[in-house]
């Protein structure tokens, strides 16, 4: 059974720093590319931060490159998101999804690419707000 255990959400103000975690089970880790999104209050999900099966492959959208940092680790089966100077637009509910067959780049930045994800976790809200 495929399980995800996000934590790590919560309300900062703006300018602050959060640090997401995802841990996953019921499947082969290391062969997943993984991917970070973001829904918004009355928006559609949007790729921020994914990575591939090579860790040294990442992907960022537009918004939150130079501001967060995605990275993995396949020996605890956990994928991180630090987020650093974050504004209240980076408010909603963050998603850890995972795919078997996509890359990174894919992930983030073919809009609607999500639908197509294989496995989801239920989400952990980020609310930036003074």
């Known amino acids: 059974q495929v399980q995800f255990v996000e934590s790590g959400g919560g309300l900062v103000q703006p300018g602050g720093s959060l640090r997401l975690s995802c841990v996953a089970s019921?499947?082969?880790?290391?062969?997943?590319?993984m991917a970070w999104y973001r829904q918004a209050p009355g928006k559609e999900h949007e790729g921020i931060s994914c990575?591939?099966?090579?860790?040294?492959?990442?992907y960022y959208g537009d918004s939150v490159k130079g501001r967060f940092t995605i990275s993995r680790d396949n020996a605890e089966n956990r994928v991180i998101l630090e987020m650093h100077s974050l504004k209240p637009d980076d408010t909603g509910v963050y998603y850890c999804?995972?795919?078997?067959?996509?890359?990174?780049?894919?992930?983030?930045?073919?809009?609607?690419?999500?639908?197509?994800?294989?496995?989801w976790g239920k989400g952990t809200l980020v609310n930036v707000s003074s």
């Open positions: 999804a995972a795919d078997r067959l996509a890359s990174a780049q894919r992930m983030c930045a073919v809009p609607q690419y999500y639908v197509t994800m294989e496995y």
């Open positions: 019921g499947f082969t880790f290391s062969n997943y590319a």
């Open positions: 990575i591939d099966e090579d860790p040294s492959h990442t």
